[in-house]
């Protein structure tokens, strides 16, 4: 009688997570490089392969009406493939976080304490419809000594497939086991619910996507999230804020690119400063297309810029629309931003030294700048070379976040028979 | 007509607490010092009151059939009063890390970065009839410039109340807000459930407590948890281990204080050194009122040993029993703890470089010893001069916490009008 192969559950593709993320702590930095190097070439050798199957993801995705700006975000090409596999050799030149040692001591009574890093184990991701996040995640998970558990939706499903196999033959190649990259889209959504309940076997889910996924494994995962989250941006024009920088820096946070979470959502300006920069910044905003919305002091000085209301101030933009309120002066504004910001990035545009510092410490956000644009915040701006999201919570990691958030600690000790008296 | 002022609602408490902790998180440590000393002041001052209230929860408690060992933790007497006040004048003299810089770099394009410790904010604190956690938790929050709310059971509901009072009164005597320090006991049950889903309101929440009171808290919460948990805590007897040493270390892991979390649970034990070893060994643990539990290899080289069943490898003792298991290697050792561990500390006796190095690399917990006694698991021992908890989780800290684990850190950044390209 022919027997059958028992069909793994979700708790099996953990299980076998947690073993080969346990080969892969104490792996080498050269095994782990030789992996993503060999993960770069199987991408490259398996470009026809993963363009045809994106191919009928996007098909799928036409006929179930996906907008075009998700199609666009699903979409592989040959050039696209080619720039993942270059990504993941980027990634073989950054540092190796494991093993390093944060801190230690000598005890009075002769005990060595060393606390060393260590990769967490296993991450989850759950993503969506963004086959790129598949392999960045999965080649930071791995430099960082990580199995990984990806959820990477419906929608990329069969681009995502092919993905994780080339991966797992790439780090098969090298000696290293196939389950440290593994998907789980074939349970569908009650396996994501699933993944966001298994403590213990999932060291960390981190989301990646629309508010509305991040905030659903916020509320429901019991595993540890870091919660990569939206961004109201605030820029504040402090009363020595010089023209010339104010117009720069608002232009270049607001336009560059709008439909990132670094970009400006809401304009700040003090009071004594708002008739000599609102007329000509705003001009310079009209003109690069932004729609402007303001309060009662700004809309007496710009005509016929629209009523900004309270959900102007909560909402993340994501496109050219900029609101803008003038304030008495910076504790106005940096009660505006204590009320409305989502914590992810500030910056104050002044030539006070004093004012400058009181905006620092006082304002509560991962990020916070003086006389710089809010583009700024970005794990490859900061020079970790790598990003695998910017955190707005405090716990963990806050703000960008490259390898050496993808690991935790542990404490090593080292005695001569020592006993507590 | 007279005028009735609203209750507040536990929104209200949350609001006040994280306005609160604005005014602290700039705080200078010489004014956060000077609260700590006015709070010692008021606890020896309110001796009286807080013994009365104290003696009031105790009779309750007995009415309510509380065990003898949650009486013991929840009465307090002139003595132990006195000895918290000693507690937070002890933190006086701690390291305060708000300000201090983590890491920080001048970009290739000018723009300076600094990643400095700032507080948490608000954290919360979920516990159960141990009044002396209220001023722990409330010291350390405030030197590490947090606000803090606290859930303390209903059976410590008067004694805290007191408390809570007595150290408002002693914050607000320097200047700082009272709603630093608050407690939730009076909206019961609800009030900690509101309380775990009051994400933004309340920045990381720590539950103390028996392992179902955490359960609860890490299954129900969307905020971060910081998971203090349960130990089963392993001690592995390689086959080059001496036997003093091993007896030294096994008795001091199991006997000096088995009711703690770093207390020992298993042993195991190389199958080349288990006959000369545990003969001697399983007679001092004996005498030491030890129950002895053990695999068959261990019942046929010491008579009159239980057997061990998986419960047993499973369970913390938080008493005087023992389970042994003999393996045939170091890497069956690792196994069994990869297995059965709570991942809080394993430590090995060997005298053997290679294998010790091999344990430490190899076991993923919290704290991984050679040669020591687990009981060396602790904030007091490791230097940190306090202990907020001993965390089992791998995000954000791990292993006993102090003052550092309760901040995170935010991103500074200084240009002269940087945008980017």
């Known amino acids: 009688m022919p027997t059958t192969a028992p069909v793994p559950t979700l708790v099996d593709v953990l299980t076998a997570a947690r073993t080969a993320s346990t080969a892969l702590a104490t792996a080498t930095t050269a095994v782990k490089d030789a992996a993503l190097r060999a993960i770069a070439h199987e991408l490259r050798a398996g470009t026809a392969d993963i363009v045809t199957a994106n191919h009928e993801d996007l098909v799928a995705g036409q006929d179930d009406g996906l907008s075009s700006g998700l199609l666009d975000r699903l979409r592989l090409d040959v050039d696209r493939v080619d720039a993942l596999a270059d990504a993941v050799e980027h990634v073989v030149g950054l540092t190796d976080p494991v093993g390093q040692h944060v801190r230690g001591s000598v005890l009075p009574n002769g005990l060595q304490l060393t606390q060393v890093r260590v990769p967490f184990g296993v991450v989850g991701a759950i993503y969506e419809a963004r086959p790129n ?24 499903q069969r681009t995502n497939a092919v993905l994780v196999r080339r991966i797992q033959d790439a780090v098969a190649s090298v000696g290293l086991p196939r389950a440290l990259v593994q998907t789980i889209d074939e349970f569908g959504r009650p396996g994501a619910t699933e993944l966001m309940r298994a403590r213990g076997l999932v060291d960390v889910l981190i989301p990646r996507g629309s508010a509305s996924l991040i905030q659903t494994v916020v509320a429901e995962s019991q595993v540890p999230v870091i919660e990569t989250g939206a961004g109201v941006v605030h820029v504040f024009l402090d009363e020595s804020a010089p023209l010339d ?7 270049n946070s607001k336009v560059q690119r709008p439909s990132v979470c670094n970009a400006l959502e809401t304009l700040l300006v003090h009071e004594r400063a708002a008739e000599r920069l609102l007329p000509a910044l705003t001009a310079r905003l009209r003109a690069a297309g932004v729609t402007l919305r303001g309060d009662d002091a700004t809309r007496t000085i710009v005509p016929g810029v629209l009523r900004a209301t309270e ?59 003086v006389n710089a644009s809010t583009r700024f915040t970005d794990g490859g701006e900061f020079g970790f070379g790598a990003e695998v999201g910017i955190s707005t919570q405090k716990l963990h990691a806050r703000g960008p976040m490259g390898l050496l958030e993808l690991t935790s600690t542990k404490w090593l000790v080292r005695g001569q028979g020592h006993i507590r008296g």
């Open 133 to 156: 996040v598949t392999v960045d995640i999965a080649s930071l998970a791995l430099k960082s000594g990580n199995a990984v558990v990806l959820r990477g939706g419906s929608a990329a």
């Open 245 to 251: 920088r104010a117009v720069d820096i608002v232009l």
């Open 311 to 369: 959900a102007d101030w909560a909402t993340e933009s994501m496109d050219l629309d900029l609101s803008i309120r003038v304030v008495p002066d910076v504790d106005a504004a940096m009660a505006h931003i204590a009320r409305w910001s989502t914590h992810h990035t500030e910056s104050i545009v002044t030539n006070d030294v004093d004012t400058a510092e009181h905006f620092l410490a006082g304002v509560d956000s991962a990020v916070v700048m």
